[in-house]
């Protein structure tokens, strides 16, 4: 049973950072892909930064890119999401997300809808 768990969110102030962690059980293959996603409140849930565990490649939101650095640790099966100069717009639930990746590394980049697995969320708050 694939069981993801995340942490790391809270209340920041604008230009501040933040990590999100990520720690995943029950992946039995490396030929995965594991993704941050996250949801406003009255909006569709969107993707933030995706990486293939084996191929290294990732995607990330225009919105997002320069300012966040998604990573992994292999050893302990934790993806990592660096946040850095935070917007009040980053305000939302962060969500990690992963799935079995049989297309060569080209599942990142695909809708939240191509995940089948979930964590429960970290809350992330942005104060202006």
């Known amino acids: 049973q694939v069981q993801l768990v995340e942490s790391g969110g809270g209340l920041v102030q604008a230009g501040e950072s933040l990590r999100l962690s990520c720690t995943a059980s029950g992946l039995t293959s490396d030929d995965y892909a594991m993704g941050w996603f996250r949801q406003a409140p009255g909006k569709e849930r969107e993707g933030v930064s995706c990486?293939?565990?084996?191929?290294?490649?990732?995607d990330t939101s225009d919105s997002v890119k320069g300012r966040f650095t998604i990573s992994k640790d292999n050893a302990k099966n934790t993806l990592y999401l660096q946040m850095n100069s935070l917007k009040p717009e980053d305000t939302a639930m962060y969500y990690c997300a992963a799935e079995f990746d049989y297309s060569g590394g080209h599942l990142c980049g695909a809708p939240p809808t191509d995940f089948g697995y979930w964590g429960q969320g970290t809350q992330v708050t942005v104060a202006s």
């Open positions: 990486i293939s565990w084996i191929y290294g490649t990732t």
